[in-house]
């Protein structure tokens, strides 16, 4: 059985910095493209961030390159989302996602490509 726990988040002010981690089980992540998602109340959820099985090559959307940071820990098993220069719009539901499928080449900040996904964490930036 897979899954997926994120942790990390919390309240941070503007300009400040949090790291949110995805611990897996049942999945070796260096197998399989891993996501960073997020939802704000009345959004849609949006792709923050990728990261390529086996290469580690990454993706990131617009509103977040340059500030975010994707890695990944093989021997822990676990990947992560480096958050800096947190803005208020940033505010949202984390959520880490997994691809079954063994993808090496490339990764998606697709939703729908993924499979797995965890229970999410609250990254909170007041205004």
């Known amino acids: 059985q897979v899954q997926l726990v994120e942790s990390g988040g919390g309240l941070v002010q503007p300009g400040g910095s949090l790291r949110l981690s995805c611990a897996a089980s049942?999945?070796?992540?260096?197998?399989?493209?891993i996501g960073w998602f997020r939802q704000a109340p009345g959004n849609e959820r949006e792709g923050v961030s990728c990261?390529?099985?086996?290469?580690?090559?990454?993706n990131y959307a617009d509103s977040v390159k340059g500030r975010f940071i994707i890695s990944r820990d093989d021997a822990k098993n676990t990947v992560y989302l480096q958050m800096n220069s947190l803005k208020t719009e940033d505010t949202a539901v984390y959520y880490c996602?997994?691809?079954?499928?063994?993808?090496?080449?490339?990764?998606?900040?697709?939703?729908?490509?993924?499979?797995?996904w965890g229970q999410g964490t609250q990254v909170t930036v007041p205004s």
């Open positions: 996602a997994a691809d079954q499928l063994v993808i090496t080449n490339i990764c998606s900040i697709r939703d729908y490509e993924y499979d797995y």
């Open positions: 049942g999945l070796t992540l260096d197998n399989h493209p």
């Open positions: 990261i390529v099985a086996n290469s580690g090559s990454t």
